[in-house]
């Protein structure tokens, strides 16, 4: 089955440490995408990528970075800079065709402590 | 810059009973627009979408919406509410400018059915 994986579904980790979410698509899409999620705020967009080795900051990407070396890969890295790096992380991804939709992963929650 | 405003926070409704999302958005050219539904701790399903064409969408159970430019809403109804709607739906907009389909989320409205 085409879709969207995310993993862990949980994560831990203590104040000061980076850590990776991982986002893997085999939908042969070429724009990915992070999400943010908190409660009562929707969601808001960390970083996007239209093709492979390529990515653009959204509207809250300090704190957080990209890569883009694989068509099917997008991991999304949490930098101690990121001063509230707790929520719900949604990865998604699409066709580059104007108005497609995205496809979403079933999303991680990051727990700082 | 767009926007979207889903002024309801949370709604109650019973089994049964008809069911309207309000969605607002601000754009200067015709949008695409969306209607996505989440569970509790799960990522997004997409209900419906706008492109073009006939302003009254169908998408996936039972749910419809309706394109108004003069009112710049694209409200969510469906006739007869189950128990299992019960989640958190999202409009969004997308930015039709050839790229991929950057979208800008509202902030949600969580359903909640009365049996």
């Known amino acids: 089955d085409g879709g969207i994986t995310q993993s862990p579904k949980y994560l831990f980790r203590k104040e000061g440490q980076n850590v990776t979410l991982s986002c893997e698509q085999n939908l042969n899409h070429d724009a990915m995408y992070w999400y943010r999620q908190d409660p009562g705020q929707g969601l808001r967009l960390i970083y996007y990528?239209?093709?492979?080795?390529?990515?653009q900051k959204g509207d809250i990407a300090e704190g957080y970075s990209v890569s883009r070396e694989k068509k099917e890969s997008f991991p999304l890295t949490v930098t101690s800079a990121q001063k509230n790096p707790t929520a719900f992380y949604l990865c998604?991804?699409?066709?580059?065709?104007?108005?497609?939709?995205?496809?979403f992963g079933p999303g991680t929650r990051l727990t700082v402590l | 810059a767009q926007s979207v405003t889903q002024p309801d926070i949370h709604i109650t409704v019973s089994e049964g009973a008809s069911l309207e999302l309000r969605c607002n958005y601000s754009y200067g050219a015709t949008p695409y627009l969306f209607w996505y539904v989440q569970s509790p701790g799960q990522g997004l399903q997409l209900l419906l979408k706008y492109f073009s064409g006939d302003t009254l969408v169908q998408g996936i159970k039972g749910f419809e919406a309706e394109f108004k430019r003069s009112q710049s809403s694209f409200n969510l109804r469906k006739p007869s509410v189950h128990w299992s709607d019960a989640a958190e739906y999202f409009c969004a907009v997308g930015t039709p400018t050839g790229t991929a389909s950057k979208l800008t989320f509202g902030t949600g409205t969580r359903l909640q059915v009365t049996l």
């Open positions: 998604a991804s699409s066709t580059r065709l104007p108005g497609d939709e995205q496809f």
């Open positions: 990528s239209q093709i492979v080795n390529d990515f």
